[in-house]
């Protein structure tokens, strides 16, 4: 029965490192295109995503046999717990990954308001944390997951400074009121990839350290002022 789990829990594993392999090159894809502003990068993305979310239910029904049959305890426990909020957070991230590339293709015109609205900055920070994320996973690397936490604070410094930034070019300059949404909607896609890249860091240390630390902070702070 033992040998039988462990076979189930390495396919398992397997299968999460082959999806987040794919994940990863969607992301490394779509910034690209959002940084040269080549529209051919951004073909082949939305057909890649369908063979993420074919990895998605694989994974769930494989989650779901090993759960069904085994009944696992303790790490075995929290590492099916910590592999079903992971590929959740994968998918999600090849979903955005198709997003941002839908937005390139409507900014790419517009390329020096990008470069100077600093998106690529912010895409570049996002871009690392979902590779750190991934790594952080695939090594069981407790410092790279924490490095993803404080990297966030980055990216969330950024978007509110490009929102300030894009706002005011909207009222001074009408013209470019279309390309500036484009790109609020677009800076609100890059942070949501570097949310999903902070809560796979997050499981993984759930997993390992058997600790919850989402919501952590809000939570303690909510404790304080009330």
Same mark, same amino acid.
């Given at each position: 029965?033992?040998?039988?789990?462990?076979?189930?829990?390495?396919?398992?594993?397997?299968?999460?490192?082959?999806?987040?392999?794919?994940?990863?090159?969607?992301?490394?894809?779509?910034?690209? +295109?959002?940084?040269?502003?080549?529209?051919?990068?951004?073909?082949?993305?939305?057909?890649?995503?369908?063979?993420?979310?074919?990895?998605?239910?694989?994974?769930?029904?494989?989650?779901?046999?090993?759960?069904?049959?085994?009944?696992?305890?303790?790490?075995?426990?929290?590492?099916?717990?910590?592999?079903?909020?992971?590929?959740?957070?994968?998918?999600?991230?090849?979903?955005?990954?198709?997003?941002?590339?839908?937005?390139?293709?409507?900014?790419?015109?517009?390329?020096?308001?990008?470069?100077?609205?600093?998106?690529?900055?912010?895409?570049?920070?996002?871009?690392? @944390?979902?590779?750190?994320?991934?790594?952080?996973?695939?090594?069981?690397?407790?410092?790279?997951?924490?490095?993803?936490?404080?990297?966030?604070?980055?990216?969330?410094?950024?978007?509110?400074?490009?929102?300030?930034?894009?706002? +005011?070019? @909207?009222?001074?300059?009408?013209?470019?009121?279309?390309?500036?949404?484009?790109?609020?909607?677009?800076?609100?896609?890059?942070?949501?990839?570097?949310?999903?890249?902070?809560?796979?860091?997050?499981?993984?240390?759930?997993?390992?350290?058997?600790?919850?630390?989402?919501?952590?902070?809000?939570?303690?702070?909510?404790?304080?002022?009330?």
């Amino acid at each position: 029965m033992q040998e039988h789990f462990t076979k189930e829990v390495e396919e398992l594993k397997t299968n999460l490192i082959k999806m987040a392999s794919l994940v990863d090159e969607q992301v490394e894809r779509a910034y690209k +295109a959002l940084e040269t502003g080549d529209i051919e990068l951004c073909r082949g993305i939305k057909a890649k995503d369908l063979e993420i979310d074919a990895y998605d239910n694989l994974i769930l029904t494989q989650c779901e046999n090993i759960l069904a049959l085994f009944q696992p305890v303790a790490s075995d426990l929290r590492f099916i717990m910590s592999a079903l909020l992971i590929n959740n957070q994968l998918e999600r991230c090849g979903d955005i990954a198709v997003n941002i590339a839908q937005r390139v293709k409507k900014t790419s015109e517009y390329h020096p308001l990008i470069i100077e609205s600093q998106i690529l900055d912010m895409g570049k920070q996002a871009r690392e @944390m979902v590779k750190d994320a991934i790594d952080s996973f695939i090594n069981l690397n407790i410092e790279q997951a924490e490095k993803v936490l404080r990297d966030e604070q980055i990216v969330d410094k950024l978007n509110k400074s490009i929102f300030k930034f894009l706002v +005011a070019k @909207m009222k001074s300059d009408p013209e470019v009121i279309e390309p500036c949404a484009h790109l609020v909607v677009l800076s609100r896609h890059i942070e949501r990839l570097a949310d999903h890249a902070t809560n796979i860091a997050e499981d993984l240390i759930f997993y390992i350290n058997a600790e919850i630390i989402a919501h952590k902070k809000k939570l303690e702070k909510y404790k304080k002022e009330n």
